[in-house]
């Protein structure tokens, strides 16, 4: 059973386009993060909703709106994409002491 | 604000070498310190954790102490195994407040060749 999934895996796009990432996670937890991933590998985060209510919101540019129908559930919308959106995003969530995240693969973005 | 720092890579060694690979911390309040680690083309999985000064997290061979002394959560084993080859990420999470994010270090990728 995948704790943590994300679709699509891999995301190959023209710039100026709008695109969606899909977070789904099944372990009961309340807490769902996006991270971002460079391409030197540095990890960042973006976005956190707990119970469907934003929490923490990073300095991310607007063309970047998180959505969470529910607390299973976590998708990131992304308008007017540029070059430099290219990056593996990763999902995560944690439960409700919000000790310990557990991540999905990820989605590599591949801005063209 | 908080930040943690880790040894630059790359790191390569022969298998059955020691690793150590270098965090400190710079936090207010008491984080929780964690180690996650990425295999080639996967997502992050967590290593080990540590929550309190002197805790020791450990698991698959690896160990880290929770130093407040010197705020360092240095990652180490024994004898690493090809199978280790991956980035290796320190990471906090603040005690603070409803803040719950964790602050990762720029990664070390390790290369252990047979």
């Known amino acids: 059973d995948t704790a943590v999934s994300q679709t699509p895996k891999y995301l190959v796009t023209q710039m100026g386009n709008d695109k969606s990432i899909k977070c789904e996670q099944n372990?009961?937890?309340?807490?769902m993060y996006w991270y971002k991933q460079d391409s030197k590998k540095f990890l960042k985060i973006m976005f956190s909703y707990n119970n469907k209510e934003l929490i923490i919101n990073e300095t991310v540019p607007n063309r970047f709106s998180p959505k969470s129908p529910d607390k299973a559930h976590l998708n990131l919308h992304i308008n007017s994409l540029e070059l430099g959106d290219s990056a593996v995003y990763f999902c995560?969530?944690?439960?409700?002491?919000?000790?310990?995240?557990?991540f999905g693969p990820g989605t590599r973005l591949l801005v063209l | 604000g908080n930040s943690v720092t880790q040894m630059e890579g790359p790191v390569t060694l022969s298998e059955e070498a020691f690793l150590t690979i270098n965090c400190t911390y710079t936090?207010?309040?008491?984080?929780?310190l964690f180690w996650y680690v990425q295999y080639p083309g996967e997502g992050l999985q967590l290593l080990l954790k540590?929550?309190?000064?002197?805790d020791k997290g450990s698991n698959k061979g690896f160990e880290a102490t929770y130093r407040k002394e010197t705020t360092s959560f240095h990652l180490e084993k024994g004898s690493v195994q090809v199978s280790d080859s991956a980035v290796y990420f320190c990471?906090?999470?603040?005690?603070?407040?409803?803040?719950?994010?964790?602050?990762f270090g720029k990664g070390t990728l390790l290369t252990v060749n047979p």
């Open positions: 372990l009961g937890h309340d807490t």
């Open positions: 995560a969530s944690s439960g409700r002491g919000r000790e310990t995240q557990y």
């Open positions: 990471a906090l999470r603040d005690s603070g407040g409803s803040n719950y994010k964790l602050t």
């Open positions: 936090a207010t309040g008491y984080p929780s």
């Open positions: 540590a929550t309190k000064a002197d």
